[in-house]
């Protein structure tokens, strides 16, 4: 595990087309074919969590976030988690989240609560 500081960040990108839009829907049975699911987004941000930032071993105990807009299908988004405090007493770690698209348009924001290994 790396070493965490408040401040670190990480990022991943992902435009979700209609062929991907279609497969979530015969899974979920959401039929929401005008824009991207919101879930598809919440994953988004467990990828980063759980591979990139705090990365492999964490626990997510925690996801709020609220959604500003829709996500329009085909459109670039960039979902972003901030360390934003670290626990000393326990190894535990909050996290900003949020996800933009086209021009840097407000998607989503929100806050993670992780815990990690070793802080």
Do not use: N, W
């Not at 990108?13 to 879930?39: G, K, M, N, T």
């Not at 990365?55 to 979902?79: D, P």
């Not at 993670?112 to 802080?119: D, E, H, T």
Request: with cysteine.
């Amino acid at each position: 595990m790396k070493q965490l500081a408040v401040g670190m960040q990480a990022s991943t990108q992902r435009a979700f087309d209609h062929a991907l839009i279609a497969e979530y829907a015969a899974l979920c049975d959401d039929h929401v074919s005008d824009r991207v699911p919101e879930p598809l987004i919440g994953g988004l941000f467990s990828y980063l969590l759980g591979v990139e930032l705090p990365g492999a071993g964490s626990v997510y105990l925690k996801q709020e976030f609220t959604f500003a807009t829709a996500a329009r299908i085909g459109e670039l988004l960039t979902a972003t988690v901030t360390i934003t405090h670290i626990r000393i007493d326990k190894p535990l770690v909050t996290l900003r989240t949020c996800c933009t698209g086209d021009h840097e348009r407000l998607i989503a924001d929100g806050e993670a609560l992780v815990m990690v290994p070793q802080v």
